[in-house]
């Protein structure tokens, strides 16, 4: 409830800094306009200030004190675009997603993925598993391995 009204108040406070901010710029005269523009800097100044004070006595405050983690929607399975695919020195399959995730087969499919094969990688999706490593799917191949994320 607290962190609601800290938001709002924060909205709030931002949106008033803005009109500030506006309304000095219908000012005609340059020198009252810079002396508004001086004083609408100046308050965002302090409450810049005011906000890192708080953040730091935060910090003290909860120093020590385990967090509650974010909450994450867990996937039952994400689609990439590839970007690259090539094999390591163990032969095993890598692959670089467009979004940067790196993943690396685990274990022997029965035949191995071939150099010619990584042009038509397209796609990939990543299916979860309740226990050991994920499974990835590469279209318009059909064919699937168990991988892990690397990066």
Not at 19 to 27: G, H, P, Y
Not at 42 to 53: F, H
Not at 115 to 126: G, H, V
Request: aromatic share 6%; proline share 4%.
């Amino acid at each position: 409830m607290f962190a609601l009204i800290a938001v709002l108040a924060a909205s709030i406070q931002t949106t008033a800094l803005e009109q500030s901010f506006l309304s000095c710029a219908e000012i005609r005269n340059d020198k009252r306009r810079l002396e508004c523009y001086d004083a609408t800097a100046s308050t965002i100044q302090r409450t810049a200030k005011e906000r890192a004070e708080e953040k730091a006595e935060k910090a003290v405050s909860q120093f020590g004190i385990a967090q509650p983690k974010p909450e994450v929607v867990p996937l039952e399975r994400l689609e990439l675009k590839v970007a690259s695919a090539e094999l390591n020195s163990s032969g095993y399959l890598v692959l670089t997603f467009e979004n940067g995730q790196v993943w690396r087969q685990v274990g022997s499919t029965g035949t191995p993925f071939r150099r010619a094969q990584f042009k038509k990688m397209k796609s990939a999706t990543i299916i979860a598993r309740a226990r050991g490593p994920h499974r990835i799917e590469v279209e318009p191949l059909g064919r699937g391995f168990k991988a892990r994320r690397v990066q």
